[in-house]
């Protein structure tokens, strides 16, 4: 599902405009081009409808971290972010998503070898399935 989502951020030019190919899993490089989109699944398990067994989807946290040299830089990649994939339906590379929701926001600094950072964070409810 990873793997899927991150390649549906790299197919958005409105993503790509602003973070070229750097929407990686678990980690950035450090010191490494910014702004930058990573990308962590918190859990994940089977979608159980009220009174029925499985629905035959995953219901997945993700934490989708929007790195940037600036605050407004990374809320501007949140946005977009958010403008891709907040409602969206598709498939992507044998991955069905039905439904995915922003949840939670926040933001954030952090700093590296001196220099600040910030950090634009989105939580995702994310309802997939293999297509």
């Given at each position: 599902m990873e793997e899927a989502l991150i390649a549906r951020?790299?197919?958005t030019a409105?993503?790509?405009?602003?973070?070229g190919q750097?929407?990686?899993?678990?980690?950035?490089?450090?010191?490494?081009?910014?702004?930058?989109?990573?990308?962590?699944?918190?859990?994940?398990?089977p979608d159980y409808p009220i009174?029925?067994?499985?629905?035959?989807?995953?219901?997945?946290?993700?934490?989708?971290?929007?790195?940037?040299?600036s605050w407004l830089s990374a809320a501007t990649v949140a946005r977009a972010v958010m403008a891709?994939?907040?409602?969206?339906?598709?498939?992507?590379?044998?991955?069905r998503f039905d439904a995915i929701f922003v949840v939670a926001q926040r933001?954030?600094?952090d700093d590296e070898n001196g220099t600040p950072l910030f950090r634009f964070s989105l939580d995702l409810m994310v309802h997939h399935a293999t297509a």
């Open positions: 951020m790299l197919a409105g993503i790509t405009d602003l973070v750097r929407v990686t899993p678990k980690r950035r490089t450090q010191g490494g081009d910014l702004p930058a989109v990573v990308l962590h699944r918190i859990d994940g398990g009174h029925g067994g499985a629905s035959g989807l995953i219901e997945s946290r993700v934490q989708v971290d929007c790195w940037a040299e891709a994939l907040s409602g969206a339906t598709f498939t992507q590379d044998g991955v933001d954030d600094t």
